[in-house]
């Protein structure tokens, strides 16, 4: 079951360019399904009935790993972000190659086993909109 679409105007506005963005990721790699489209909470340690001051939008995709996924993320995905302005870091460890990266307080991230089995994971997070009228 897919939670409720997003229901706050100004969170859509930062949401659906990053989707774009992902969703385009993820076609690099094959058919994707969605795992994760939900509003979350940006600030959890608020006390308990006191309505959230702001939200971001998380969306992630998995994808079939393919024999060459890691040389298409790094000769094509990551020069084709940088390109267009994200900042990249490698996370990469033993078990997988990993990159993150962040624009306009907007992260994603994509993940791959080193030995191509599992799925490519493609997610991320939209920045912070407040959900009160800030003065």
């Not at 971001?56 to 790993?65: Q, T």
């Amino acid at each position: 079951m897919m939670p409720p679409p997003i229901d706050f105007e100004p969170l859509t506005a930062v949401a659906a360019p990053l989707r774009a963005v992902l969703d385009g990721i993820a076609a690099h790699f094959g058919e994707s399904r969605i795992s994760r489209d939900e509003q979350m909470e940006c600030d959890p340690f608020r006390p308990a009935g006191t309505p959230s001051e702001s939200v971001r939008w998380e969306y992630n995709l998995r994808v079939a790993a393919a024999p060459g996924a890691i040389e298409l993320l790094l000769t094509e995905v990551v020069p084709a972000l940088v390109a267009e302005g994200w900042r990249s870091t490698d996370r990469s460890s033993d078990a997988e190659v990993a990159y993150q990266f962040q624009r306009d307080g907007a992260n994603l991230g994509v993940h791959i086993a080193r030995d191509e089995t599992g799925d490519v994971v493609v997610g991320g997070s939209s920045r912070c909109v407040p959900t009160t009228q800030q003065y």
